[in-house]
């Protein structure tokens, strides 16, 4: 066993969190607000109910363990944190982190086309610039991007010809994200850009720019259907992969994997979901969707109650970003993220920044009202 732990790749994870944590703290005690907001607090409920699953259920409970340990130690982190490091410095360190996303997303990405680099750059006919994957790419594009360039409007605006550009940077996008091949990122594209058109920061949702969204639309689905049309042409040529090529094999793992184990799972980050797959081209804790890899790994039972309660805690940052000033944008960031997962699992494994940094800002706004 102690050889077990000695070889997990989470062990320096765990010691680099702890020991961290260790120094946070007595910080965090000096602090006058010491109040755990109602659904940050639930959210470290729900994954001690992971690590109690994962000691009495899961089927490698060591490896479960640890992962849950290392998962509340992250959270932990985030929210000291949050509580130690003024609202005004994070507010500015939130925006530097987009700005910057939004330069290494768009700026290279248009060089290597201006070059006639693409070729170069491209796997499998999907455009992935400097990233390691076109969904990578996509996904930064779509979730982060996209969402902090549409509430620039009006600063670009304010210039002379600043519209235009800013317009131009909308399209550039959507251009960027047609040539990734990322179906889904497409759709969030979709979603964001009527999500932002028909609503009001102040007074809610307005249909006087229903054109510009039937423009958008439009246009959204002509690529789509682009995309589409590779599912309807395996119909005719049976050679053809369809467009779910990438998920079927994952989505029918997991019901396989739930058949067996309905009522308990198989336990929090648990890998034997292979033996189910003869597909080895995905990575080693991608199961396709979020809501049937929770169900697979925590039962019927638990896995909708954790469904239940992420949904909740999602919607009520969602809810506040939109009601505080100059963070919308980050509410439609929150809005988008459960629209990717339904067909993406990395919210709760931890396995990138990308997933620490959405838990940071959904505990940061969650926790505003104690500043």
Known sequence: MINIILQNSNLIELMFFSTLGIFLFPVYLNNKDKKMD????????????????????????????????????????????????????????????????????????????????RENFTVDGNFKSIFANANMFAMYLSIFVYPYILYLDKFFKSFLWGKYFYYFLNFNIFYLILISGSRINLGLFIIASIFFYLNDPKKGFQ?????????????????????????????????????FTTR??????????????????????????????????????????TVLAMIEEFGVFLGIFLIIVFILVFYNAFKKYLKTPNTQYLGLVILLVPFHLIVETWILNFNSLFALFIWFIIFNILELKHE
């Open 38 to 117: 109602y659904y940050v607090f639930i959210t470290f409920l729900s994954f001690i109910l992971i690590l109690v699953h994962s000691i009495v259920f899961s089927f490698e409970p060591l490896q479960s363990s640890i992962d849950s340990i290392l998962a509340i130690l992250k959270l932990l982190t985030l929210y000291l944190i949050i509580k130690i490091i003024e609202q005004k410095n994070i507010q500015s360190a939130i925006k530097l982190i987009f700005m910057f996303l939004s330069i290494i997303t768009i700026l290279p990405s248009n060089i290597l086309l201006l070059l006639g680099q």
């Open 207 to 243: 249909f006087q720019s229903l054109p510009k969204v039937i423009s958008i639309f439009s246009l959204s689905a002509i690529s789509l259907f682009v995309f589409l049309n590779e599912f309807f042409m395996s119909f005719i040529f049976k050679n053809q992969l369809s467009i």
């Open 248 to 289: 079927i094999p994952l989505w029918i793992s997991r019901l396989n994997a739930i058949s067996e184990k309905p009522l308990f799972g198989w336990g929090y980050n648990v890998n034997e979901f292979y033996f189910y797959n003869k597909y080895t081209v995905f990575n080693e804790l991608e199961k396709g969707s």
